[in-house]
């Protein structure tokens, strides 16, 4: 078989991008992305295309070039399957929030109903690949579904986990580390392997497609971030212990980073990390290892989050503290809600959590992002099921104009290392607000000694007094 028709089942921030660029590097490849949503869909195909609904520098010029040539958006589900030689399964894999392994478990539902409607559907063979983040032996449950059809429809399962990170995705895609492959050793599934290679070979060099069986390609994603975040967490670690001891994080981390065997990366302490990937896949891994009886394995990576919950729990209490132990009826403005630069995605965003305990001490919060409006905000915090809507719509506003937002404040806490936020008129927002004017960086994003000589009372993550 010669792959000449792609289905991506998920149009979102992993499908909509990976399919755009292979689109882009394989225009002899017709690419249809599916998604049931058809409001997201409508998106993927406005006429402007800077009004697609993932805001990633460089995608919309790379949707630009393909869309309508060999890249399609649709919510013709059966009609894609039908006609693909590959179907990608890019939906989403949430934390359970009921029933067995509730809080830690993958909820697989989305996955199991795309493997049966592929089943149902597919009359020619067909390469299946999990794209979407999935639990070690996933693959099996899939095949079980997709082999037992009885319509005589042959299928190779192949693991293909992502390894993008929001706001870099487009050069993530197209310049990787690597890519991984994983599927069965028998000739069959090394024929289905060697299909999805020849794919990225259009672009990467050879050397960084690596190919592995099912099993460890679904567990070296996982770990992957695990160990991501595990980073990120212990550097948070030390900047609490920094701020006790009168040390600077930043120059701890410069100094361990610079150790070839450390090395520089995800050592920037913060209010803490977000995004769709790192808690889950930790509780993912938490759950796993329980459920094989390895308990110290468990607890070990469970401490990664209980590390991370504990630092925005922190950045939230610092700012209650220094404002006199109170913040009812203040005006708390938060520069930012993504959860990273350079991307309106909030899965996880600390600046979630952190209004979420501002709100319960019945602060007033004003929000600007440049990226994220206000329906996203609310459902965000909607989600967590604390407090009301309407409490919600009440406690916060959300602004298009920074100057406004910041306008009579009593603080600002920095919520994303948005790099406008550096370029803005300090001094126009200091005599704008409410004095003291304090202002909690939580992405160690300005400098300290510029925003004091204004007059702020400027705190920063992991820098001791």
């Given at each position: ?78 009609q894609a399957i039908h006609e693909a ?264 965003s600390a600046a979630i959590y952190v ?111």
């Amino acid at each position: 078989m010669k792959v000449k028709s792609i289905c991506c089942i998920g149009a979102g921030y992993v499908g909509g991008p990976t399919m755009a660029i292979i689109a882009e590097k394989c225009p002899h490849i017709k690419v249809t992305v599916v998604d049931l949503n058809e409001e997201r869909i409508a998106a993927w195909n406005h006429d402007d295309v800077n009004q697609i609904p993932i805001y990633e520098p460089g995608l919309s010029d790379i949707v630009a070039k393909a869309r309508g040539r060999n890249l399609f958006f649709s919510t013709q589900v059966d009609q894609a399957i039908h006609e693909a030689d590959m179907i990608f399964i890019s939906v989403n894999t949430p934390t359970k929030t009921y029933g067995l392994g509730k809080g830690m478990a993958a909820d697989l539902k989305y996955i199991e109903l795309c493997a049966r409607q592929i089943a149902r559907v597919s009359t020619t063979d067909k390469i299946v690949v999990e794209k979407s983040t999935l639990p070690v032996r996933t693959a099996e449950a899939v095949k079980n579904i997709l082999q037992n059809t009885g319509n005589g429809v042959q299928f190779q399962i192949l693991s293909n986990p992502e390894f993008l990170a929001e706001g870099t995705a487009v050069t993530d895609l197209l310049n990787p580390d690597r890519v991984l492959i994983g599927g069965d050793n028998d000739a069959e599934g090394q024929k289905a392997v060697q299909e999805l290679v020849d794919i990225y070979a259009n672009w990467i060099p050879k050397e960084r497609i690596l190919t592995t069986n099912l099993w460890s390609s679904e567990l070296s994603k996982l770990t992957a971030n695990a160990f991501l975040a595990q980073r990120v967490s212990s550097i948070n670690a030390m900047s609490e212990l920094c701020e006790k001891t009168g040390a600077d994080v930043n120059e701890v981390a410069k100094a361990i980073g610079m150790d070839s065997r450390i090395g520089s990366k995800f050592l920037k302490a913060s209010v803490g990390f977000g995004g769709s990937c790192f808690q889950k896949d930790i509780l993912n891994l938490v759950y796993i290892a329980k459920s094989y009886g390895l308990h110290e394995v468990a607890d070990y990576w469970e401490q990664v989050i209980i590390m991370n919950d504990h630092q925005k729990r922190r950045f939230a209490n610092t700012i209650v503290s220094t404002l006199y132990n109170t913040v009812s009826g203040k005006k708390i403005t938060f520069l930012g809600w993504a959860f990273k630069k350079d991307t309106n995605d909030t899965r996880e965003s600390a600046a979630i959590y952190v209004a979420d305990y501002l709100l319960n001490e019945q602060a007033q919060l004003s929000i600007f992002d440049p990226q994220v409006r206000e329906p996203q905000i609310l459902n965000d915090l909607n989600y967590l099921n604390t407090r009301s809507t309407s409490e919600n719509q009440q406690g916060i506003s959300v602004v298009s104009n920074p100057y406004e937002a910041c306008k009579e404040a009593h603080a600002i806490a920095i919520l994303t290392e948005w790099d406008e936020f550096k370029s803005y008129d300090w001094q126009k927002i200091y005599d704008s607000m409410a004095k003291p004017a304090f202002v909690f960086d939580g992405r160690n994003l300005l400098n300290a000694e510029e925003m004091n000589k204004i007059g702020f009372v400027f705190q920063s993550i992991g820098i001791g007094k």
